[in-house]
């Protein structure tokens, strides 16, 4: 069974940077799109980036510029390189597996992906 573990968050100031790692065990993932999400109490979780199994990537229109997603498939592991954080950025980041073997289109469904981690928080001050 896959298991999803977020790390890298915490506690910035506005303009600050932070580098997520969502490391992947129990299989290879390197044949499936990977998404990162955010959730904001009372909101509904929303995407945030992501990157298909062939390396393209997508991004919300609020990350543009500032966020990076990539994968190191050796290594099993998926990073969101966050610049130029503001407050409006604070929740809690979750990853997740595409459902769909090769997808060959990424998906900004929630419901597309799977074997979501626990989170890792960041809060943006001001």
């Known amino acids: 069974q896959v298991q999803l573990v977020e790390s890298g968050g915490g506690l910035v100031q506005a303009g600050g940077s932070l580098r997520l790692s969502c490391a992947a065990s129990?299989?290879?993932?390197?044949?499936?799109?990977m998404g990162w999400f955010r959730q904001v109490p009372g909101k509904e979780r929303e995407f945030v980036a992501g990157i298909t199994w062939r390396g393209n990537t997508a991004y919300r229109d609020f990350t543009k510029g500032r966020f990076t997603i990539s994968r190191d498939n050796a290594q099993n592991t998926v990073y969101l390189q966050m610049n130029s954080l503001k407050p409006e950025d604070t929740a809690v980041y979750y990853c997740a597996v595409d459902r769909t073997y090769r997808r060959t289109y990424y998906s900004t469904d929630g419901l597309s992906y799977e074997n979501w981690g626990q989170g890792t928080q960041v809060t943006v001050s001001s």
């Open positions: 129990g299989r290879s993932f390197g044949a499936y799109n």
